[in-house]
């Protein structure tokens, strides 16, 4: 079995060595092999593994969502309607996400709109900043409580 230190692994994977030590930390990946001297040594399917991780990360999945995709993925043979339920309730996530931006994106759009240049003392964006009523608008509520 041919063995890699953590750096290889980290430049292989695309991820931090930071972010390695902390998956192992919470038992996302199994602890290392060490050498005699105490360096963490990998295997090569610790980069498939850390791939996929990053990948899932990448599309917002939670930590606890991606202990349980690694977990079915163990099992190959098992109907993947739980893989799928996974996967619908992170798409449920962005779509939550996608208008909370799309909310912010309006209310953005209005206070530049207000502007017209000038001073600071004056400016429009600045009043709707400090003005805190405003911001408790029904709307503005709904987009929080998403």
Request: charged fraction near 30%; glycine fraction near 8%.
């Amino acid at each position: 079995m041919k063995l890699m230190p953590i750096g290889k692994l980290s430049k292989l994977a695309g991820v931090k060595i930071t972010t390695i030590r902390y998956y192992e930390s919470i038992g996302l990946i199994s602890e290392p092999l060490r050498s005699d001297s105490g360096r963490r040594l990998y295997a090569e399917e610790a980069v498939q593994k850390l791939s996929f991780i990053r990948h899932s990360r990448d599309l917002g999945f939670s930590i606890d969502s991606i202990e349980g995709l690694l977990e079915l993925q163990s099992r190959p043979d098992q109907d993947c309607l739980d893989v799928e339920r996974i996967a619908r309730g992170q798409l449920g996530e962005v779509q939550k996400r996608l208008i909370q931006l799309q909310a912010l994106e309006s209310e953005l759009k209005r206070m530049i709109k207000g502007c017209s240049g000038g001073v600071v003392g004056t400016c429009k964006i600045m009043a709707a900043l400090n003005d805190h009523e405003e911001c408790q608008s029904d709307e503005h509520e709904r987009v929080l409580s998403l």
